[in-house]
């Protein structure tokens, strides 16, 4: 077991290492004014001595999403409960979902900003769309696909509806819903680096914006690095509550083999 | 007697009874007739095994018995209540087909929540109870282990304790001891019938062993399929409390080979089950 983490272990850094190599000598002999490469060198030396700006508008763009992931997450369990209890309902918003979902959020930006103003409003609600409907259908989904046995254990047991949801569909729906997490909160920062490109003053979207203007392609690069290192946290803090949370999740499909710490 | 269509109701107080039940499923547009004209009784206290070839509907008149579906024609009581008044006050024990066990319960915490639903006793109680009755299934060490972690038969025994645990009126068991080894099989089949024995339950068994319908049963009711129907039974008038010397006794294999019989002339129709 642990050989075979090494070895993953070792395989990634070795991608990472022929990537970055191979971008390098590839923006090193494509460098001519107004070229669109940077090497990892200028990304690095932009990253640290601009260090100050990327920390301030990372915390601007982190907290926008966040607010709007928090918002897309009450908003979708609740829909997803409602429709779960009330059936009947359950179609409409569905339909509702996908309609809102198949908006084009970069049309839709400028229209929220006429209505509620450029503040962080805006923000909040386009990073919330973004991250909205992965948590819906995953949720929707789960309490949809308890397993029947299960069901059928708590009718014998003479359960009550609240019964049910709170010792079977409840528990075998949260790991899924943070799976889903792991794809909803980088949506969220996608979504408010968006809706700064409508207006605002700071924060990712904006950053990346100024340097394009400014032909600042190290900035540039650099901006997109902090992007994606946030995304790619958000994801992983998800992917290690829910193994911390639901450990029986990930042994439930290893049976009775050998896992990581057992 | 034996071959009777019908099975006979049994005397007066009928545990359970079961009166000229169908139930037909729809899958797509096709209808199939999973169980037709089906009666019989069972008396309390008795023992009674259901034998019959694989989707003869076994599981499926389990489930009606239980409630948790209803028949498409015809009845069933549970002593002088409906299936639903039954099923409220919690006479039922199932032991499902499937070990259906809580992944993010231990073993221990899978026997008592059925305890917990029902709000009975203290949880130092219950905890207790559960305990006594994972000993029992010869799973003490296992108080803690996550179903994950315990074997397929540990986890049907998981299962039987669970339905143990509510003290049940009625233990319905769908073929518990299918995935167990012979060994491991027979002492379960003791240990179900002293069980059977202490606590005065009414039993129902859904089995596919014929050695096992003889050893536990005080009645053995025969289905075929095709549609789901009863072409027989079979009493097994063994002395009792049984134990493992009566596998060597020729008035066990007189009744096994006799049940055998009836299996494998009640125009089992393996052609459909093999299409
Ligand atoms: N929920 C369902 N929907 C549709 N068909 C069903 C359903 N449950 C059972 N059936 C059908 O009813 C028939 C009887 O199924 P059942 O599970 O009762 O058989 P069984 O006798 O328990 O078989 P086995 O011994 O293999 O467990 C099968 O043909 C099965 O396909
Ligand atoms: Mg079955």
């Known amino acids: 077991m642990k050989s075979r983490r090494a070895r993953s272990l070792l395989l990634t850094a070795t991608a990472w290492l022929l990537l970055v190599g191979a971008w390098w000598l590839f923006a090193a002999h494509e460098q001519r004014p107004g070229t669109i490469w940077a090497t990892p060198g200028q990304i690095l030396g932009s990253l640290v001595s601009l260090r100050s700006a990327y920390v301030a508008n990372a915390v601007v763009t982190l907290k926008e999403a966040a607010l709007g992931f928090i918002l897309a997450v009450s908003v979708a369990v609740v829909l997803a409960l409602a429709g779960e209890r009330y059936k009947k309902i359950a179609a409409t918003t569905q339909r509702a979902a996908v309609a809102i979902y198949s908006l084009p959020i970069i049309a839709l930006a400028p229209a929220l900003v006429l209505w509620t103003g450029p503040g962080l409003t805006t923000k909040v609600v386009i990073a919330g769309l973004g991250a909205f409907f992965p948590v819906l259908i995953n949720l929707v989904q789960a309490l949809r696909t308890t397993p029947a046995g299960a069901l059928e254990l708590m009718q014998v047991g003479g359960a009550g509806s609240w019964q049910v949801f709170r010792r079977v569909e409840l528990p075998y729906a949260l790991p899924i819903l943070f799976v889903s997490f792991m794809t909803a909160a980088p949506a969220a920062i996608t979504g408010a680096m968006l809706a700064e490109w409508v207006g605002a003053n700071a924060g990712l979207g904006i950053q990346l914006l100024n340097s394009m203007n400014e032909f600042d392609i190290p900035q540039l690069y650099a901006t997109l690095v902090v992007a994606s290192a946030l995304s790619v946290a958000a994801w992983l803090l998800f992917r290690v509550l829910g193994r911390l949370f639901f450990p029986w999740q990930t042994s439930v499909g290893a049976g009775h083999h050998g896992r990581e710490g057992a | ?275």
Request: aromatic letters at 6%; hydrophobic letters at 45%.
């Open chain 2, 1 to 275: 007697m034996e071959n009777a269509a019908e099975a006979s109701d049994g005397p007066t107080s009928a545990a359970v009874k079961v009166s000229g039940v169908g139930r037909t499923f729809r899958l797509g547009r096709r209808e199939l007739v999973a169980l037709q004209g089906i009666s019989f009784g069972v008396r309390d206290g008795e023992f009674v095994s259901i034998i019959g070839p694989s989707g003869c509907g076994k599981s499926t008149l389990l489930r009606l018995i239980a409630g948790l579906i209803a028949p498409s024609s015809g009845s069933i009581s549970i002593g002088e209540s409906t299936v639903r008044e039954a099923r409220a006050a919690r006479k039922f024990g199932f032991v499902f087909q499937e070990p259906t066990l809580l992944p993010w319960r231990s073993a221990l915490q899978n026997v008592t929540l059925l305890l917990e639903l029902a709000r009975r006793g203290s949880a130092a109680e219950r905890r207790a109870r559960g305990i006594e009755l994972l000993e029992l299934v010869g799973l003490g060490q296992f108080v803690d282990t996550p179903p994950a972690k315990l074997s397929g038969g540990m986890q049907r025994r998981v299962g039987i304790a669970r339905a143990l645990a509510v003290d049940p009126q009625i233990l319905l068991l769908d073929e518990p001891f299918g995935a167990l080894d012979e060994i491991t099989r027979q002492q379960m089949n003791v240990f179900l019938q002293s069980v059977w024995t202490a606590q005065r339950t009414t039993a129902l068994l859904v089995t596919h062993n014929v050695g096992e319908a003889v050893f536990l049963s005080d009645r053995v009711i025969v289905m075929s399929n095709g549609p789901g129907r009863i072409v027989g039974e079979l009493q097994i008038d063994l002395p009792r409390p049984r134990d493992l010397t009566l596998l060597q006794d020729q008035r066990y294999f007189a009744l096994a080979g006799q049940l055998t019989q009836m299996l494998f002339t009640s125009g089992v129709a393996l052609q459909s089950a093999y299409s």
